[in-house]
């Protein structure tokens, strides 16, 4: 549809996205690339009800099964991604959706074994979704999105240097 549609209204100022890419065919991921469409993650479902993804898991199989939340495959195409939460649905707090997406884990006993390793991203890549990527998303990357004079923004002071801690915490 999207494809149609930018053949149909002409040159437009449009930034199309999906969003919630639980589960990926991989054929499809070089034409996010292709048409320009952002890849709108909530990185905190993929973990977020372990029960419902290891339900689904057992319905796709194992091939299929690894296309679920494909973000550092996104990433690795160079296709434009930004995060949310979808809240009120799922929790808001992006410093969870940062977590899962750089760890594939929400408990000690998960982060032995992590969920699609595979599909991990670093702490720069999960701070920039949830930051530049969706001010991005919503044509808001000039007012908002990064420190830059000009810029509004919204502060969080943490008593911890997130890149000068192990991944894990």
């Given at each position: ?9 002409g ?7 999906i ?5 990926v ?27 419902a ?35 009120y ?5 992006p ?25 991990r991203?670093?702490?720069h ?7 530049m990527?969706s ?5 808001m990357?000039?007012?908002m ?6 810029k509004?923004?919204?502060?969080v ?7 000068s ?5």
């Open positions: 549809s999207t494809q149609s549609t930018g053949k149909e209204n040159p437009k100022q449009r930034r199309h996205h969003a919630h890419l639980q589960l065919n991989p054929k499809e991921i070089k034409r996010f690339k292709e048409l320009d469409v952002i890849a709108n993650f909530q990185p905190i479902w993929c973990l977020s009800n372990s029960d993804v290891k339900f689904a898991s057992s319905y796709l199989g194992e091939e299929r099964e690894q296309w679920q939340y494909p973000i550092r495959t996104f990433i690795q195409n160079g296709i434009k991604y930004c995060f949310g939460s979808d809240w649905v799922s929790p808001y707090d410093i969870q959706g940062i977590h899962v997406a750089v760890n594939h884990a929400f408990s000690h006993e998960q982060h032995q074994n992590p969920w699609h390793p595979h599909q991203i670093t702490l890549e999960a701070i920039y979704g949830y930051t990527g001010s991005y998303v919503n044509f990357e000039d007012t999105g990064s420190i830059s004079v000009g509004a923004a919204d502060f002071i943490l008593d911890t240097n997130l890149f801690v192990d991944a894990s915490q």
